[in-house]
């Protein structure tokens, strides 16, 4: 008897613990960024494009990251010795932990990301790909369970690649939650 009466309370008071639990095991997120230019980012200017991310939840603060991102700009040489405009594109793709403070109204993350960066341009064979970090983070504003705004994603970026080499990111756009 006194087994039955625990199974009862058991399976009382499982499913309201399960309701508590509102945590994504998924979150994909897309949207917009933007890249300025440093000094050292020679040909490139400062550039706009898309980012985008995957992120799995372990733990309510532990998740991991994979994100990708790819800006494109363009600088008028005219005056100068190139004598056109040139045009480039640089892309992100990192991976790395997150941790995340959540609660009712948003959830603030933080992450430190490795992996790579490319940078491309219309001139000849000025191109180069090279290992990159990451390390930033960021606010989503809940819409409802399953969607938030991604109010803002700060990253500092450092690369060996010559169009990358110490900068930020700023991006912002919509995460799904799954």
């Known amino acids: 008897l006194p087994g039955a009466f625990a199974l009862f309370l058991l399976i009382v008071i499982s499913p309201s613990a399960f309701a508590q639990d509102d945590l994504p095991r998924w979150e994909?997120?897309?949207g917009f960024s933007y890249l300025p230019a440093g000094s050292e980012d020679f040909p490139r200017d400062n550039s706009y494009g898309v980012q985008g991310s995957i992120a799995g939840n372990l733990t309510r603060w532990f998740?991991?990251?994979?994100?990708?991102?790819?800006?494109?700009?363009?600088?008028?040489?005219?005056?100068?010795?190139?004598?056109?405009?040139?045009?480039?594109?640089?892309y992100e793709y990192l991976a790395g932990p997150r941790f995340s403070i959540r609660t009712g109204r948003a959830n603030v993350f933080a992450h430190a990301l490795v992996g790579g960066a490319s940078g491309r341009t219309n001139i000849g064979?000025?191109?180069?790909?090279?290992?990159?970090?990451?390390?930033?983070?960021?606010?989503?504003?809940?819409?409802?369970?399953?969607?938030?705004?991604?109010?803002?994603?700060?990253?500092?970026?450092?690369?060996?690649?010559?169009?990358?080499?110490?900068?930020t990111r700023v991006g912002a756009g919509i995460v799904f939650k799954f």
């Open 28 to 30: 994909v997120f897309a």
């Open 125 to 167: 064979s000025f191109s180069d790909t090279e290992l990159a970090i990451g390390l930033g983070g960021g606010v989503d504003i809940h819409l409802s369970k399953r969607i938030a705004i991604r109010a803002i994603q700060f990253d500092y970026l450092g690369s060996f690649a010559e169009m990358l080499e110490n900068n």
């Open 63 to 90: 998740g991991f990251v994979m994100d990708v991102g790819a800006q494109h700009g363009s600088k008028d040489f005219t005056q100068l010795f190139i004598g056109g405009t040139v045009k480039t594109t640089v």
